[in-house]
């Protein structure tokens, strides 16, 4: 299962003024000193030192000045022996030094191969090795904390103290069965274990219900534009991304497909959504557009709900959570604007704005709007565990199922050996998240092909 070659690859992205070559595995030290040139072999560096030198070619001429570091075993991030050149970083150089490493022994990594070593050698679990991609994807505040709040396990501990609950339980039903001979011998009177259950199926839900959050704050909170045609949508989706993304046009039925830009505002991640313009027609291309719209709307966390005064809004049913910004555009034309479609709720309570995309004006006040709506959805849940992976997800959503079946058992006497069989099922989907059982090769292949290569 675990391979024990030397691994090197490029470990920083392009651009930037220096370039870092990782190698780890049991020849790294020895294989460095074949092409670093430096004052003493680097089989003689201690661990965590840092280290002046030449990268030589085969014909004696220098590729690069270096600083090279060496990390012992098993202090080191994968837990193997590793060494990395901080170069120039020239692609040229990165590439060319990557090459001679090969050539004296190494294998090119694949991604996230240096990670999936760290977590075979328990520098950390499952849960933590994968917020270390979450870590580098993190762009903004909120992902952020959440993905270090992962890579230092406080998520782990919290998903290890939910395992250790049900752990707990199923020891106490595997102690009935141990003595089930003893017909009438009942350790744990079943109302307390279906309490118990109970309390760790509420839980497992509360968690599991976190992850439409969490992948709001990972990808960005979506907000869908829905209006008639024409009333400015795609206008509206240029100015709050600041780029023409959306095609603008006074021909109606423009936007067909929907077009989505994300950009932060404030710290938070909002990914618009543009939609074609909601009306009747025949053309069937443009009905495929007005229903993705409809869709588009229906998945959206925030819908901004267009008119220009001279239309009506579209008659739109939120769905329940779901926040409704009615917004009149184009406020730099419109002089009166024809509030009459709008509840006395609405009038009073500022979720109704004016806005002109064209001129910028408005633009702030929707801006602080969407702002408000994004802080109040995260401030409850500061201190919470979230949910942002999907395989977590889909592992807590396995994991109740099997919990409600072991609560049905209970409730309707099944014998026990069937209730503790689905209460392991559903301990193994807990622990898979943090992969505290064996996970098979192709489910750990799949977690780390979604990484860069030299992480
Ligand atoms: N005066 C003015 N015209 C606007 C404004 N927003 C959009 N328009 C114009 O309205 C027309 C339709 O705009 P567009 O964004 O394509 O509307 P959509 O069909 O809802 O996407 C275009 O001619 C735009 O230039 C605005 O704020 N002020
Ligand atoms: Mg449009």
Redesign the pocket.
Known sequence: MFEHDTICAVATASGGAIGIVRVSGPSAISIADVVFKGRNPLASAKSHTLHFGHILKDDGSILDEVLVSVFRSPKSYTGEDSVEFSCHASGYILQELCTMLISQGCRAAKPGEFTQRAFLNHRFDLAQAEAVADVIAADNAASHRLAMQQMRGTYSSELKKLRDRLIKLASLLELELDFSDHEDLEFVNREELMKQCNCLRQEITRLANSFSLGNAIKKGISVA?I????????????ALVHENR??????????RDTIDASVNIDSHTFRFI?TA?IRHTNDVIEQMGIERSIMAANQAQIILL?S?GNMDFPVYNAVEGQNVLKIF?????TTSFNTKHLRPSEQEDCRCLF?????GTGMNALERTLVEIADSFFASTSSDIIVTNLRHYQALVHANESLHRVFQGLHQGVPNEFVAQDLRECLSFVSDIIGGSILPDDILGSIFSTFCIGK
Do not use: Y
């Open positions: 534009i209006g008639a045609p024409n009333v400015g949508k795609s206008t509206l989706l240029n959306a095609i603008v046009s006074d021909i109606q039925g423009t936007t543009d313009g267009l220009d555009t184009k406020s730099d034309i806005v002109s995309a064209l001129k």
